[in-house]
RNA sequence: GGUCUGGUAGCUCAGGCAGUAGAGCAGGAGACUGAAAAUCUCCGUGUCGGGAGUGCAAAUCUCUCCUAGACCA
């Protein structure tokens, strides 16, 4: 069986995923996008490493913040873990708050290797005359685009130009199925107030942990990738550290965007998943605990 | 005490040659198949500080009061 654990960032996840873990003796894979990182602790709210439960986590700690990740990668390293713990474990927990790491893991979809393909020569080009090119290429993705969505119609025709199927093709070639048997997805998903309330206080508490100087570290140690120097509660604090703001805006800042995310969050979850919804991580440990009596 | 400048959406402010208002942010709703902690879409009625006056008509002009700030005493 796999409990998939997913909600926003300070719904309490973390917490639900650890007792469940103990109650089923079964290991823990991450699926936020973040905690992937080595180093980067206390801005992704990341399990410590002298929990003894630590040990017990799969996907946490393997990239290097140097480098750049995307869902193919994570795709291929989740279904490779799933493939052999279930051979020692009858039941798996995957916890984390990256929807679309979730869905493409769960679900049957395809990445093509990638063909090196340089977009330079679109930069320059009007968000029309992109969709005008993506029309010509794959006039059937442009039902799931937005004009105004240049990084998703560039990917779209970067696909369709270096792939063997373009983007719409590929889609349709899929089930839209989950490939495991027996998954469960478990939705956290707290009232409003309460969980930006939660947020408030979180971020205030990995600035007590010592965030400004673990981004500091980081800086020192690392050229940050694209992908690495996105994370809330980073690029903000490099900010501060360049003299861009004050120590009270940055914080206020990763406040703002911590809890904007959490928002996007919820509905990627409502809505690209059948789950099944708790107010609290409190509340679907006891569910699932009465359940497997 | 005097002079001046403000008081307009939760916040910061536009507008204001009179015809009952509009942006950004916040907030809400949503999309999502190789950057996803990313990217993108949609949603703005609020005693235009209170009162009075002049107008067919005032947030817009006049007077007065309240209030914030700056400057002068």
Not at 37 to 65: E, F, V, W
Not at 141 to 163: D, E, G
Not at 165 to 172: G, P, V
Not at 282 to 288: F, H, M, P, Q, R
């Amino acid at each position: 069986m796999i409990y998939v654990i997913c909600g926003p960032t300070g719904s309490g996840k973390t917490q639900a995923s650890l007792q469940l873990a103990t109650f089923l003796h079964a290991p823990i894979i991450n699926a936020d996008a973040f905690q992937i990182y080595r180093d980067m602790n206390i801005g992704t709210a990341k399990i410590s490493s002298q929990n003894p439960a630590y040990s017990n986590h799969y996907l946490l700690d393997i990239i290097s913040p140097d480098q750049s990740f995307s869902v193919k990668e994570y795709q291929q390293l989740f279904r490779q873990t799933i493939d052999s713990l279930t051979k020692k474990y009858p039941d798996i927990i995957v916890v984390g708050g990256t929807g679309l790491y979730i869905r493409a893991s769960l679900y049957d979809y395809m990445f093509e290797e990638r063909e090196p393909d340089d977009t330079s020569d679109l930069d320059n080009l009007s968000n029309q005359e992109l969709w005008d090119l993506l029309k010509s290429l794959d006039e059937k993705s442009l039902l799931s685009l937005h004009p105004n969505n240049r990084k998703r119609v560039i990917r779209a025709i970067s696909i369709a130009r270096t792939h063997l199927q373009n983007k719409s093709e590929n889609i349709q070639r899929q089930e839209h199925k989950i490939i495991y048997p027996n998954v469960s997805i478990y939705f956290i998903n707290p009232p409003r107030e309460k969980l930006y309330d939660n947020i408030n206080k979180r971020v205030d508490e990995m600035f007590n942990l010592g965030l400004v100087k673990e981004v500091n570290d980081l800086l020192i140690k690392y050229h940050l990738s694209l992908t690495a120097s996105q994370a809330i509660g980073y690029k903000e604090v490099i900010d501060y550290l360049s003299h861009k703001m004050s120590l009270n805006e940055c914080q206020e800042l990763i406040k703002q965007r911590t809890r904007n995310y959490a928002k996007r969050q919820v509905t990627f979850f409502k809505h690209q998943f059948n789950s099944q919804e708790f107010i609290s991580g409190d509340e679907l440990v006891k569910v699932i605990m009465e359940d497997g009596k």
